[in-house]
């Protein structure tokens, strides 16, 4: 038998397996799935929806420009409330996420060019806190123009004449970060397949002696590695077609970039994640063992340190070091560029190399793992 | 009654040592949870501290000089180019050197002080807009600062005192640290549980186990017990790495955490040993418990706030032990709330020990195969 026939043989066979167990379509199917409903639709970071409570003690025109401007910020929910002391419950009852605090000399205070107002926020989510801090800052800067433009022209040219941003946002004209959460799913579906669910099968054949009955027969190692690694690569690859026609067809992510490129790319980072699972597996021969270590070395860090939720740039230098040392990190990056920039050919052409550096690697690494021996 | 309890002792004893005796077993208890703590907390935030720019200056000006002097001088910003021409801003910005482009018109320093002001044109990389939205907060803050020195200025301004409660500094680090109390220990300790009987199944002994006197709920509190002891054994490392290594004030009783987290483990563990019960094989207990820890990490607040989620999900999540045990760890750490400001916290856990532990004993003996 040729070796050729062998692979094929092999093959089919690994896809048999693969098949029958229901449990491991679960991981190829439907949890990819699931995570592109959780990620589409679930999980945002955009700071919407904000209870804001105002404690209003001045009835003066001027506070109450403030608080319709406040009123106007589509992002701000507005309730308000007469004295400082009931909305101060609101927020220790967890009922509003800030509170803003109008006292009874605002008019004057802002007559005399010292307007103070207090802003209240729950620090126990700071992103949220940080954000509506600034939805207010921008709410008071509104009602100050008006206020402005009332008082008359001549004052106008002065105070209206300092730097005005105009802000662009490049890649993301919905600022949403759905853009940026369903283009890196792809890496973590992918890591899914590759990583655990062919560590967790590898490991279980050794553990149970399986491959070691393989080993006797003719069949070189090479070969059941190759016969290993294909059909999880093609539910890999079945995993990426799913959240590409998600992105497209349910989210309208748009895809700046070629799709060749992407789907290239994206084979390459495939092979490197099934070879990390197979290493894994060779090494630990224990399915226990390899299934945590999978989750440890590969889910969880492409989750949080492949840029992916945290930008890898706010990080300190050795937590960044470590975030470059994984795969993920120049995967993410290029699929989000590629989605949402365009093809740029350095970025690719880099990431790339180190891509198919780690493959070459990795699978080295699996094959003198993987040799026939019992111990 | 003593016969109860000693069959209840040796089942333990044996779980802990099917645990435990494997040297590699032990690492993987308690190095990952340390690593990992290490890790996202200085790993995962979101507080922007960094950002490099680049300037297009077509204006030459004094006062384009001044705003960069005032954005240097904030330690966040520094600038990694000098733009000659319009068409180099898309480079600077798609090759990712830069995270935002600064862009002074040509006419920026005589517009200045005119009617309408005078432009600043800020150009975002969006490929991240979490980032690129608290960069241009930062822009727009460091611009209003500026614009309060222009003579003529602050007659009608309104400041903007803002103090945040709990975490003064708005650090993400003290929102994901004490999340990490309930999450990590859960991520192992689910599967530690869901392995037991699965292990014991492929192994054939669980039907030995079966035929000898001890009663299923007996073999369920057995299997139990170690795991959930494991469990707080990684909460209280990741607690004291929090207070200790990482020094965040921490204001609420240990206690009240403690009975949060152990009602937490009883429910994880149920869950954990119900899978157990209904898969044939180790693999397949792993592959059930992953599908399930992922959507429960996930839509837990640890990351992303629940508030954020749409309703239907919000509703789901209230199946989802993780979120109340993250919602415990962060009010009693970080807010000092009490027994009674939490207690409706518990009722979730309760709910899922008291389906899943049963469920579980139940099924060691009626699972259909």
Not at chain 1, 66 to 71: G, H, I, P, R, Y
Not at chain 1, 353 to 368: D, E, F, N, Q, S
Not at chain 2, 147 to 153: E, K, Q, R, S, V
């Amino acid at each position: 038998m040729s070796g050729v026939s062998r692979t094929i043989a092999l093959v089919r066979k690994e896809f048999r397996q693969l098949l029958r167990d229901r449990s491991n379509l679960l991981i190829g199917i439907v949890l990819p799935i699931a995570l592109i409903l959780i990620f589409g639709f679930g999980l945002s970071l955009d700071v919407r929806d904000v209870r804001l409570v105002v404690a209003l003690e001045d009835a003066s025109p001027q506070a109450h420009d403030v608080v319709a401007a406040l009123d106007g910020s589509t992002y701000l929910r507005t309730t308000v409330v007469r004295s400082y002391a009931e909305a101060y419950r609101t927020m220790q009852a967890h009922e509003a996420d800030a509170l803003v605090y109008l006292p009874g000399d605002f008019a004057r205070r802002m007559a005399a060019g010292d307007a103070r107002v207090q802003l209240l926020l729950q620090g126990g989510d700071p992103t949220r806190a940080a954000g509506i801090g600034s939805y207010v800052e921008g709410a008071l800067a509104i009602a100050a123009a008006k206020r402005q433009d009332r008082v008359g022209a001549a004052s106008h040219a002065v105070a209206g004449g300092g730097v005005a941003v105009v802000d662009r946002m490049w890649f993301n004209a919905a600022n949403t970060s759905t853009w940026y959460l369903v283009p890196g799913l792809i890496v973590l579906v992918m890591t899914l397949v590759g990583t655990f669910l062919t560590a967790l099968v590898m490991a279980r054949e050794w553990e149970r002696g399986t491959l070691e009955a393989l080993f006797v027969t003719p069949v070189r190692p090479t070969e059941v590695l190759l016969a290993k690694i294909v059909p999880y690569f093609l539910v890999g690859l079945a995993g990426l077609g799913m959240c590409l026609l998600a992105a497209r067809l349910l989210f309208s992510v748009p895809m700046q970039g070629s799709l060749a490129v992407l789907l290239a790319i994206s084979m390459l980072y495939m092979i490197v994640s099934l070879g990390i699972g197979l290493l894994i597996s060779a090494l630990t021969r224990n399915q226990f063992l390899a299934s945590q270590i999978a989750i440890l070395a590969s889910f969880l860090p492409a989750v949080m340190l492949s840029g992916f939720i945290f930008d890898l740039g706010n990080v300190p230098t050795a937590v960044s070091v470590i975030g470059h040392l994984l795969p993920a990190t120049y995967f993410m990056e290029v699929v989000k560029t590629l989605f949402l920039a365009g093809t740029y050919w350095p970025l690719v052409l880099r990431n790339g190399a180190i891509l198919a550096l780690y493959a070459v690697a990795l699978l080295a690494l699996a094959r003198a793992a993987t040799r026939k021996r019992l111990d | 009654m003593i016969d109860y309890l000693r069959r209840l002792l040796n089942l333990c004893r044996n779980e802990f040592l099917v645990v435990l005796k494997d040297p590699a077993n032990r690492v993987i208890l308690l190095v990952p949870v340390i690593l990992q703590t290490l890790l996202f907390g200085y790993g995962a935030t979101f507080d922007l501290n960094d950002v490099p720019y680049a300037v297009l200056d077509q204006s030459r000006g004094e006062q384009s000089q001044r705003l960069l002097a005032r954005l240097d001088g904030t330690g966040v910003f520094h600038r990694v180019a000098t733009l000659q021409s319009s068409g180099q801003i898309a480079e600077a910005i798609v090759s990712g050197d830069a995270l935002l482009v600064l862009h002074f018109a040509p006419d920026f320093d005589s517009r200045l002080g005119g009617q309408g002001g005078a432009p600043l044109q800020v150009v975002l990389d969006g490929r991240n807009s979490t980032t690129a939205g608290s960069a241009a907060g930062q822009v727009r803050a460091v611009v209003a600062a500026f614009n309060a020195t222009l003579p003529g200025a602050g007659t009608a301004a309104i400041s903007l005192e803002s103090r945040a409660w709990f975490n003064p500094n708005l650090e993400t680090r003290w929102n994901i640290v004490p999340g990490l109390i309930a999450s990590l220990s859960m991520i192992q300790v689910m599967m530690l549980a869901a392995l037991s009987v699965a292990r014991e199944r492929e192994q054939g002994t669980f039907d030995q186990l079966l035929v000898t006197p001890v009663s299923p709920s007996q073999i369920m509190i057995g299997k139990a017990l170690p795991a959930i002891a494991i469990g707080l054994l990684q909460s209280s490392v990741v607690l004291l790495i929090a207070r200790s290594w990482f020094g965040i004030p921490m204001a609420g009783s240990v206690a009240t955490l403690a009975t949060g987290l152990l009602l937490f483990t009883m429910a994880v563990v149920g869950i954990g040993l119900s899978i157990s019960a209904l898969s044939a094989n180790m693999q397949q207990a792993m592959l059930y418990t992953f599908v399930l820890l992922v959507p429960l990490v996930l839509l837990s607040g640890l990351a992303t706030p629940v508030r954020n989620m749409p309703e239907a999900f919000q509703i789901a999540t209230y199946a989802n032990p993780l979120r109340f045990a993250i919602d415990i760890a962060r009010r009693v750490y970080l807010e000092g709330a009490t027994l009674s400001e939490v207690w409706r916290d518990f009722i979730p856990f309760l709910c899922v020990a008291a389906i899943t532990l049963p469920l579980a004993a139940w099924l060691f003996r009626h699972r259909l195969v």
